[in-house]
């Protein structure tokens, strides 16, 4: 079946599913491939369960007039994908980086939302399956839609930027991530940058620069339109304040606002300045802008202020590299408090770079006063002479659950591999 025709059957049966626990009637279903599953094998089950349409790639799991038989189920998915997204004419804007960049999408969508019917990224699907299914949910009420692009080697946003085709773009930053896969931070730059290339080949491409970060003012060089946000010589500046542990974002330019925010550090305010720059370029209006800020809640475990008893607990547990982790511990460091803790798990695919990155967090550790600290994970066992030192994120909350304190504040932070929110249940 060639591309026009599948199309034609998606057109009919525009919901899509990979995963058969959640098919629902008269959904297609894409049986895809990993190291460990072969999704051919649950053609039959995926009609059982209601689905119109079953695309395989292996012949032998052939059923009449219910499945689709193609070369290769991953590559129909995400050509099926750029057939889709070639039928929309609105702006895409597409959101990479190392750190932040899912708490920029969701900034980001919740202001345009305001004003525009948006589609965006749900949750972090931003990989080679999560992009076509983001666009493939892509309905004909759609104005806007945002698209998280995460990556860990190179080529992989570029080839993401040939299925969603980006017409605007942004890179929250280029830090120590997925060292394992980029080879060096050289390398990270190289690959969130291949969004940046996308936009300057396309001729018309619209780049939101953290005008702050010398490196993206370099790597933007060349792209049509250019807009820039920061604390400083930008078209849209804005410097981050402190209140009762969130932060609060003063805008003086291009209008003077106070956005409060239910987001937890400093860190963050590149993340609400790119959203808040969205808007602008979007025309959302302004007060619609800082109630659409002011309203979001940070969740799964992403910069999230807790309250425990008597303590305070700051959960960015979702995921952790060299520069989030040392963002993190900066901030914990200079807040208000007299008996703080952190609860730090290792960071992975930091590939031969593991043990340097790890020091290097040691030694940042060591140039402030703890209450405790506690580390999580392999990579952190040349130190439990230092410091309490676990192996696994439920014997560190064994510990703390024993230990009970009160009127702590707490940053609870690692790699998604270490679980880290699993101490919250000792407090």
Same mark, same amino acid.
């Given at each position: 079946m060639n591309m026009e025709a599948l199309y034609q059957v998606y057109l009919e049966h525009p919901e899509v599913q990979t995963d058969t626990r959640k098919i629902k009637e008269g959904e297609l279903f894409f049986a895809l491939k990993g190291p460990n599953f072969n999704g051919n094998r649950?053609?039959?089950? +995926? =009609?059982d369960a209601g689905a119109a349409k079953v695309i395989i790639d292996e012949a032998a799991y052939e059923i009449a007039g219910k499945t689709i038989l193609v070369p290769d189920v991953l590559q129909a998915l995400q050509q099926l994908a750029a057939w889709h997204r070639a039928r929309f004419s609105f702006p895409v804007l597409a959101i990479t980086g190392s750190n932040g960049k899912t708490t920029t999408k969701e900034l980001v969508h919740a202001v345009l939302?305001?004003?525009?019917?948006?589609?965006?990224?749900?949750?972090?699907?931003?990989?080679?399956?999560?992009?076509?299914?983001?666009?493939?949910?892509?309905?004909?009420?759609?104005? %806007? +839609?945002? #698209?998280? !692009? @995460?990556?860990?080697? %190179?080529?992989? =946003?570029?080839?993401?930027?040939?299925? +969603?085709?980006?017409? $605007?773009? *942004?890179?929250?930053?280029?830090?120590?991530?997925?060292?394992? @896969?980029?080879?060096? =931070?050289?390398?990270?730059? &190289?690959? &969130?940058?291949?969004l940046y290339d996308f936009l300057r080949e396309r001729g018309d491409g619209t780049a939101l620069v953290m005008w702050d970060y010398d490196y993206l003012r370099d790597m933007s060089r060349g792209i049509a339109h250019i807009i820039r946000y920061g604390t400083a010589e930008a078209d849209v500046v804005g410097d981050a304040v402190e209140r009762n542990g969130f932060l609060a974002a003063e805008l003086v330019r291009p209008f003077v606002?106070?956005?409060?925010?239910?987001?937890v550090?400093?860190?963050?305010?590149?993340?609400?300045? /790119?959203? #808040?720059? /969205?808007?602008?370029?979007?025309?959302?209006?302004?007060?619609?802008?800082?109630? /659409?800020?002011?309203?979001?809640?940070?969740?799964?475990?992403?910069?999230?202020?807790?309250?425990?008893?008597?303590?305070?607990?700051i959960l960015d547990a979702y995921n952790a590299n060299p520069?989030? !982790?040392? %963002?993190?511990?900066?901030? %914990?460091?200079?807040?208000?408090?007299?008996?703080? #803790?952190?609860? *730090? @798990?290792?960071?992975?695919?930091?590939?031969?770079?593991? /043990?340097?990155?790890?020091?290097?967090?040691?030694?940042? #550790?060591?140039?402030?006063?703890?209450?405790?600290?506690? *580390?999580?994970?392999?990579?952190?066992?040349?130190?439990?002479?230092?410091? $309490?030192?676990?192996?696994?994120?439920?014997? +560190?909350?064994e510990w703390l659950s024993a230990y009970k304190p009160e009127h702590a504040l707490l940053l609870v932070k690692g790699s998604r591999s270490t679980q880290m929110e699993k101490v919250l249940e000792a407090l």
């Open positions: 649950f053609a039959q089950q +995926a =009609i939302s305001t004003t525009y019917k948006t589609y965006t990224t749900e949750g972090n699907l931003n990989n080679h399956i999560g992009v076509p299914l983001t666009l493939l949910k892509i309905k004909n009420d759609a104005q %806007l +839609a945002v #698209i998280e !692009m @995460g990556a860990n080697h %190179l080529e992989e =946003i570029k080839s993401y930027c040939t299925i +969603a085709r980006p017409t $605007h773009g *942004l890179i929250t930053n280029a830090g120590k991530a997925h060292l394992e @896969g980029f080879g060096s =931070i050289e390398g990270v730059k &190289k690959g &969130k940058g291949e606002m106070q956005i409060s925010t239910r987001l550090g400093d860190y963050n305010l590149p993340n609400v300045l /790119a959203a #808040i720059t /969205a808007g602008i370029h979007f025309n959302v209006p302004a007060e619609k802008i800082k109630g /659409a800020i002011e309203g979001y809640i940070p969740s799964n475990s992403r910069s999230q202020l807790l309250e425990k008893g008597t303590n305070r607990i520069s989030s !982790m040392k %963002l993190a511990i900066g901030n %914990l460091a200079k807040m208000e408090g007299d008996k703080k #803790i952190l609860v *730090l @798990g290792a960071m992975a695919e930091m590939g031969a770079a593991t /043990a340097a990155e790890h020091q290097h967090i040691v030694e940042l #550790i060591g140039q402030h006063s703890w209450s405790g600290v506690l *580390l999580v994970g392999k990579p952190f066992e040349p130190y439990k002479d230092l410091f $309490h030192y676990f192996e696994s994120s439920v014997q +560190a909350a």
